[in-house]
């Protein structure tokens, strides 16, 4: 079976990376649809637990090939709850992409869906993100509780609410 085209570039990038030691080469041409930019998580799984997670909420690279790249490296490495993936496992190892559409701030709760709408939620300098339709995360409360805890931001201090939408590549 073959998979998506960005999850194809994660999966070759991360063994690349282990094979040698740095980054991928970006595609040369590169297709358009790759030329954008746009926010991306990487995550991995392996026996159908998670086993890195890394994303960009805004893009920090000069395209969409380089965004999957880089955070397909970070979800294998750096991924703090987790130790770095090692070759031995590659063959066991599932990978999704998900695209993200630029963050809307929302007042409340009540326009947030965890099926359609992934959360972010800000307090000055911290952050806690939750991606949408992930199977342990059945309502908003939860999926607001989660959130503020990524992001180590108490219930009572002030903070801001932003849903986003993404596109989902398995």
């Known amino acids: 079976m073959s998979s998506h085209p960005l999850v194809d570039l994660a999966i070759r990038s991360v063994k690349h990376h282990l094979e040698n030691g740095q980054p991928l080469p970006c595609p040369d041409p590169l297709p358009k649809e790759l030329q954008v930019q746009a926010g991306t998580f990487v995550s991995i799984k392996k026996n159908g637990l998670l086993r890195g997670c ?5 893009p920090k690279y000069v395209n969409l090939a380089e965004e999957v790249i880089r955070n397909a490296i970070k979800a294998a490495n ?5 130790p770095p993936i090692e070759k031995k496992e590659l063959d ?11 963050p809307e701030k929302i007042d409340d709760l009540s326009s947030l869906d965890v099926k359609r709408y992934g959360l972010i939620v800000r307090s000055e300098d911290k ?6 339709d992930l199977e342990n995360i059945k309502t908003v409360d939860q999926q607001l509780k989660v959130c503020l805890k990524k992001g180590g931001i108490e219930k009572t201090d002030n ?10 590549f398995k």
């Open 78 to 82: 750096e991924d703090p709850r987790f």
């Open 92 to 102: 066991q190892l599932t990978f999704w992409v998900d695209v993200l559409a630029p």
């Open 159 to 168: 903070y801001e609410l932003y849903r986003f939408k993404i596109n989902r």
């Open 127 to 132: 952050r806690g993100l939750l991606l949408p």
């Open 54 to 58: 890394i994303g960009t909420i805004q």
